[in-house]
C-alpha cells in the first residue's frame, strides 16, 4: 500500500489507498473510515469510501485544508487494518426472488446458461462484502459475484427501480434503498429497510460488513412489509 491525496476541494481530500480492486482492501478502508471518525469528530462532514479511496469532507469554516491534509498523514502513518470480520455477525437480507420483481431472471438466465434455481442458488449461496456506498443513500455496492453470474449492465438503464430491487451487474451486486434509475439486472426484491434517515447510522449496511441474501416466499415477503407491486421487462 502507498497511500496518497488528492486535491478534492477547498473542504476535502482524497486519500487513494490502493490502485487495484481487491476484497483485502476493504480491511484498510474501513480501518481509515473508523480513524477518520474518530480524528475529525464534528469537523468532519462526509466519507465516502470506494473500492481503492476515501473522500474525507470536512467543514472548512473550523478546519483548514492544509491542517486536514496533515491530519490525514497522521493517520496514514500508524494505520493497520481492521481483523478481518469473518467471525462476525453476517448481515441476512431477505430475498423473494420471483419473475414479477426480478424480470430479468430469465434474461440472465439465457446470458449464463443456468436455470432460474440455479441463478437465485449461487445469488443466495455466497457472502458478499461492502465495499462501497454510493449512486443513492444507503445503496451498496457488495461483491464478488461468482463468476457463472457475472453479467454486463442493461444497455439501456429503466427509468424507475422499485425500493428494495435486489440486482446484479458485472461481477457486483446490490439493493436499491428507494426508487431510482437504474442499469442493472434485477432478480428479486427485498423488504429491508436499507436507508433510514431517522437511524442514526443512516444506512443499513456499511464499508466492510459481510452480507448473505436469503430466499423467501412470497408470503414471508410480505409479512415482512415487503412490496409486491410487479414490474416489466425491458
Known amino acids: 500500500m502507498n497511500p496518497r491525496l488528492e486535491n478534492a476541494g477547498f473542504d476535502a481530500w482524497l486519500v487513494r489507498l490502493f490502485d487495484d480492486i481487491d476484497e483485502a482492501s476493504m480491511n484498510w478502508i474501513a480501518a481509515l473510515v473508523q480513524a477518520c471518525e474518530q480524528a475529525f469528530g464534528k469537523q468532519l462532514v462526509e466519507l465516502v469510501p470506494s473500492y481503492t479511496t476515501l473522500l474525507v469532507q470536512?467543514?472548512?469554516?473550523?478546519?483548514?485544508?492544509?491542517?486536514?491534509g496533515r491530519l490525514l498523514q497522521q493517520l496514514l502513518a500508524k494505520l493497520e487494518p481492521l481483523e478481518d470480520n469473518t467471525q462476525h455477525e453476517v448481515k441476512t437480507l431477505p430475498v423473494w426472488y420471483h419473475p414479477s420483481v426480478g424480470p430479468d431472471l430469465a434474461r440472465l438466465a439465457q446470458h449464463t446458461g443456468l436455470s432460474t434455481q440455479q441463478i437465485i442458488e449461487l445469488h443466495s449461496g455466497h457472502t458478499y462484502r461492502v465495499f462501497a456506498l454510493g449512486f443513492a443513500p444507503g445503496f451498496a455496492f457488495m461483491g464478488t459475484l461468482p463468476e457463472q453470474l457475472e453479467t454486463p449492465r442493461l444497455a439501456s438503464p429503466?427509468?424507475?427501480?422499485?425500493?428494495?430491487?435486489?440486482?446484479?451487474?458485472?461481477?457486483?451486486?446490490?439493493?436499491?434503498?428507494?426508487?431510482?434509475?437504474?442499469?442493472?439486472?434485477?432478480?428479486?426484491?427485498?423488504?429491508?429497510?436499507?436507508?433510514?434517515?431517522?437511524?442514526?447510522?443512516?444506512?443499513?449496511?456499511?464499508?466492510g460488513d459481510r452480507v448473505r441474501?436469503?430466499?423467501?416466499?412470497?408470503?414471508?415477503?410480505?409479512?415482512?412489509?415487503?412490496?409486491?407491486?410487479?414490474?416489466?421487462?425491458?
Do not use: C, I
Open 58 to 68: 470536512f467543514d472548512p469554516l473550523t478546519l483548514d485544508h492544509a491542517e486536514a
Open 158 to 207: 429503466r427509468s424507475t427501480v422499485p425500493a428494495g430491487s435486489v440486482a446484479l451487474a458485472g461481477r457486483q451486486t446490490a439493493a436499491y434503498p428507494r426508487t431510482t434509475p437504474g442499469g442493472w439486472n434485477l432478480l428479486g426484491r427485498t423488504p429491508a429497510r436499507l436507508f433510514d434517515p431517522a437511524s442514526q447510522n443512516l444506512s443499513l449496511l456499511r464499508v
Open 213 to 234: 441474501f436469503e430466499p423467501v416466499s412470497k408470503a414471508e415477503f410480505e409479512r415482512l412489509g415487503g412490496d409486491t407491486s410487479p414490474m416489466e421487462a425491458p
